[in-house]
């Protein structure tokens, strides 16, 4: 009885212990002097990820440090800043949320309890606040509850809407919010001293976008305004880390896409039938192709309808 009593005991010890791994620091790169990524694992969200699929990045400026993105749930929020501590015992001074996407946003809880400032585009606030109660259920769906034990959801307190250059932790950042593309609030973020550009989902590189919520012409206009920027380095929001031709190359798979879906709708191709025809083989050994390739002509489809029969109000 006693043995049992005993091993029970250490059972619980040791669900505890399993309990507060998440919070284990995860890989870093170094990319630049002060900049770090920490790479997201290729894939949608499921169990086995536990929706830890974008890029997270860092700035360790002379006296603290900037985070690009929060991660998909608390766990994993506490698991980037136990990584940043492991890099600099520099504090975390501000947390920038690139847009409202729950992978990207749903571990601000980990910064918003250690009284750390969150950052975000207006629309990106709004849209956090209209949405995530229903992201965080979604997301919940795919990955499971103990991925996302203890999330909460915290919005950004602070906000902007047009580019500005702030100094935090001693570090200048460009922040260029780029208006409706991949999703309604995307904010692209220059660390102007390495000429590191932190995308996040306006650039995948190897994997193919998700277009859900996206407007394709005015991302391929917001891909135009990134290309003008003097960066030495692209980090992605999906996909490893390169040079300014990440943009170019990516900016190929949109491209491609808008023009084939609008020469066959125009050509007066039903939607099924240019479902078959569009074939983009540049593209076949990018991650999901399979399966997001059709849903983007679908999408794209969609919305040159919809810029074709504007509802009239
Ligand atoms: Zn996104």
């Excluded at 932790?169 to 000429?195: F, K, M, N």
């Excluded at 995948?204 to 991302?219: D, K, N, T, V």
Aim: hydrophobic content about 40%; some cysteine.
């Amino acid at each position: 009885m006693a043995r049992g009593f005993l091993k029970g005991l250490l059972a619980g010890g040791l669900l505890l212990c399993i309990q507060w791994t998440p919070a284990a620091a995860l890989e870093a790169q170094r990319v630049a002097p002060g900049v770090y990524v920490i790479p997201g694992i290729v894939g949608d969200p499921a169990p086995e990820n536990r929706g830890r699929v974008v890029n997270i990045g860092f700035i360790v400026g002379r006296t603290g440090v900037t985070v690009i993105d929060s991660g998909a749930n608390t766990l994993h929020g506490r698991a980037i800043l136990a990584t940043i501590r492991r890099v600099t015992q520099k504090p975390v001074k501000l947390l920038i949320d690139t847009h409202p996407h729950p992978q990207n946003v749903l571990g601000n809880e980990a910064f918003a309890e250690r009284g750390i400032p969150i950052l975000a585009t207006k629309i990106t606030a709004e849209k956090m606040n209209e949405r995530c109660p229903r992201c965080l259920e979604n997301l919940t769906a795919s990955v499971g509850t103990e991925a996302m034990r203890g999330t909460r959801i915290a919005l950004p307190q602070q906000t902007l809407d047009a580019k500005t250059i702030l100094t935090v932790g001693g570090r200048q950042l460009r922040l260029i919010p780029t208006g409706w593309g991949h999703s309604e609030g995307d904010l692209a973020v220059l660390d102007i001293r390495t000429g590191t550009l932190f995308t996040a989902d306006l650039v995948y590189a190897g994997q193919i976008p998700h277009l859900s919520e996206a407007r394709i012409e005015g991302w391929l206009a917001a891909l135009d305004t990134l290309e003008t920027l003097p960066a030495r380095r692209v980090v992605p929001g999906r996909g490893p880390v390169g040079t300014s031709s990440r943009i170019l190359g990516f900016r190929r798979y949109l491209q491609q896409l808008h023009d084939q879906v609008a020469a066959a709708y125009h050509a007066g191709r039903t939607l099924d039938e240019t479902l078959h025809q569009i074939d983009l083989p540049e593209f076949h050994d990018w991650q999901g192709y399979a399966e997001r390739h059709p849903l983007n002509i679908q999408h794209v489809w969609y919305e040159i309808e919809r810029n074709d029969f504007p509802t009239t109000p």
